[in-house]
């Protein structure tokens, strides 16, 4: 609970707030009168825009003044961050003692907004800092976390359990920046054929249409043109890279109902959600599939890497030599 005292916060009471803001749209308009100004069509469209905006923040959505809330445990590792929105006066704000969720693979797909922030599993009881944000203004404080009483279980077993959980979505974690590496760098290979076809077009020696990846194998010879060849070796590394990613999980554009029980993204899941059932001591199944899970991430890894230190930096040598740099270095990939 806290309060807070900044111009820009709503108030809390929906009239006032709504007489606030009329109020300081005369008082633009007066002055913009007075100095002789007529009004923009553009600052009428923003004034209903932040009229829509304060609305959307009034039902809990993402728009207007938000209070950061960052959770850290006793070593200083933030183990949860989320906002609010925050408004004129006294405001309370809600952690449900939980880590953040693990990452999913940003594969461009629309996200829809939601108010509600997803959250991962229970943190261990123990000490906690809360830091929240407002602005420029921040403050911390300490909560201690206790144990559920109707759970009789011993810490050590707790413990391990929390920390199984925790390799488990970090495997996850793994893999889900490869998968967006692979998303992201097929985007810059599309950008760099586009380049490369419009200067085919410009030189008018290009072939009919930019190709596809499956055709890149189909030709018997390798043009001597150097933009064809750029072309056709960006065609086959996006033809790489898509084989890849499949070998790692079910891409959300695939059709139908696809097996997908050998997929390293789904193994590291069943490892996960295996053990959240209950926060007693792993069992040896449990174990077993965690041991599983870190031997196909470790593996998918390391082929991540090699594509991106082997075949994707002989295409970005390639687009150098051709004044086309449009794919950034990357740290390599690791098991955490």
């Given amino acids: ?35 002789g100004e007529a009004e923009e069509p553009e600052e009428a469209e923003q004034e209903k825009e932040a009229e829509s905006e304060e609305g959307r923040s009034r039902r809990g959505g993402k728009k207007g003044p938000q209070a950061k809330v960052e959770v850290l445990d006793e070593s200083g590792e933030v183990v949860r961050t989320f ?37 991962g599993i229970r943190v261990l009881p123990g000490t906690y800092s809360v830091r929240l944000s407002l602005g420029d203004h ?59 076809r419009q200067a085919l077009d410009d030189a008018e020696d290009g072939e009919e249409g930019p ?4 055709d890149a194998d189909d030709a018997e010879d390798e043009p001597t043109d150097p933009n064809k060849r750029l072309q056709r070796a960006g065609q086959r590394l996006k033809k790489a890279l898509t084989e890849l990613e499949e070998t790692l999980w079910i891409p959300p554009e695939t059709k139908g109902i696809p097996y997908d029980d050998d997929k390293p993204w789904n193994i590291a899941g069943r490892a996960a959600f295996s053990m959240t059932s209950s926060n007693d001591a792993p069992t040896a199944a449990q174990l077993s599939f965690l041991r599983r899970a ?43």
């Fill in 83 to 119: 906002e609010q929105p925050a408004q004129l006066g006294i405001n309370r704000i809600n952690w449900n003692l939980r880590r953040d969720s693990f990452e999913r693979p940003e594969t461009g797909e629309p996200q829809e907004e939601s108010p509600f922030q997803p959250s």
């Fill in 294 to 336: 870190e031997e196909v991430v470790g593996e998918s890894l390391q082929e991540i890497n090699r594509v991106l230190d082997e075949d994707v930096a002989e295409f970005k040598r390639m687009v150098a030599d051709s004044d086309i740099e449009l794919l950034p270095e990357a740290e390599p990939l690791e098991i955490p």
């Fill in 138 to 196: 921040d403050a911390t404080r300490t909560v201690e976390v206790l144990p559920d009483p109707r759970e009789n279980i011993p810490p050590a077993d707790r413990v391990a359990k929390y920390e199984a959980v925790v390799r488990a979505g970090e495997l996850r974690d793994g893999l889900a920046e490869g998968i967006t590496r692979i998303y992201r760098t097929r985007k810059d290979v599309d950008a760099v054929l586009a380049r490369v």
């Fill in 1 to 35: 609970t806290f309060a807070a005292n900044q111009p820009d916060l709503p108030h809390p009471d929906e009239e006032e707030e709504r007489a606030r803001k009329e109020s300081d749209r005369a008082e633009k308009r007066a002055a913009r009168e007075a100095a």
């Fill in 211 to 214: 190709g596809t990846a499956e």
